[in-house]
T-cell receptor, first 115, second 114 residues
Framework: EAQVTQNPRYLITVTGKKLTVTCSQNMNHEYMSWYRQDPGLGLRQIYYSMNVEVTDKGDVPEGYKVSRKEKRNFPLILESPSPNQTSLYFC??????????????FGPGTRLTVL | AQSVTQLGSHVSVSEGALVLLRCNYSSSVPPYLFWYVQYPNQGLQLLLKYTTGATLVKGINGFEAEFKKSETSFHLTKPSAHMSDAAEYFCAVTSSGSARQLTFGSGTQLTVLP
């Protein structure tokens, strides 16, 4: 089954404790992206990656890091989480082909609480 | 630069009534437009998309949307609401030259009343 998976689905942590949220897709997609969803703000893009070893900032990159060492994986790293990073996070992927029209496939989400 | 405005953060309709969720966009290049639905505690699922060609697009679950370039709109409609349509709906825009950056609206929560 074609899918985007995220782990963990739920995470409660404390300020300053480094954490990683994993994202993996099995569709051989070139493009992957991270979003955060906050009430009244919709989804805002954190980082995206056009392909292996190619990443770029989205609209709200502060406090986050990413890496793309393999095509299927795109982990999101919070080196020193703060309470304002409490949010619902989504990973998404998309084919690099023009015919895909940029349609993105989303993971189930990771609900992060930073105390 | 591109942006999306969804009018009405909350919309309530009676079961069987028309559903109309509004979306206006701005884009400096021809847009690709999407509607996504998010059911409680789930990820986003694509409802429908406009890329090129026919401006009236049909999606899953009886939803459709019409791309109106002159009005920069992409409103979502469904003739008859069902209880199972209760969810949050997001309009999104991207373009062929945007490096696949998808810009979302702030979402509309649809409530269906019995």
């Amino acid at each position: 089954e074609a899918q985007v998976t995220q782990n963990p689905r739920y995470l409660i942590t404390v300020t300053g404790k480094k954490l990683t949220v994993t994202c993996s897709q099995n569709m051989n997609h070139e493009y992957m992206s991270w979003y955060r969803q906050d009430p009244g703000l919709g989804l805002r893009q954190i980082y995206y990656s056009m392909n292996v070893e190619v990443t770029d900032k989205g609209d709200v990159p502060e406090g986050y890091k990413v890496s793309r060492k393999e095509k299927r994986n795109f982990p999101l790293i919070l080196e020193s989480p703060s309470p304002n990073q409490t949010s619902l996070y989504f990973c998404a992927s998309s084919s690099g082909s023009v015919s895909s029209y940029n349609e993105q496939f989303f993971g189930p989400g990771t609900r992060l609480t930073v105390l | 630069a591109q942006s999306v405005t969804q009018l009405g953060s909350h919309v309530s309709v009676s079961e069987g009534a028309l559903v109309l969720l509004r979306c206006n966009y701005s884009s400096s290049v021809p847009p690709y437009l999407f509607w996504y639905v998010q059911y409680p505690n789930q990820g986003l699922q694509l409802l429908l998309k406009y890329t090129t060609g026919a401006t009236l697009v049909k999606g899953i679950n009886g939803f459709e949307a019409e791309f109106k370039k002159s009005e920069t709109s992409f409103h979502l409609t469904k003739p008859s609401a069902h209880m199972s349509d209760a969810a949050e709906y997001f309009c999104a825009v991207t373009s062929s030259g945007s490096a696949r950056q998808l810009t979302f609206g702030s979402g509309t929560q649809l409530t269906v009343l019995p």
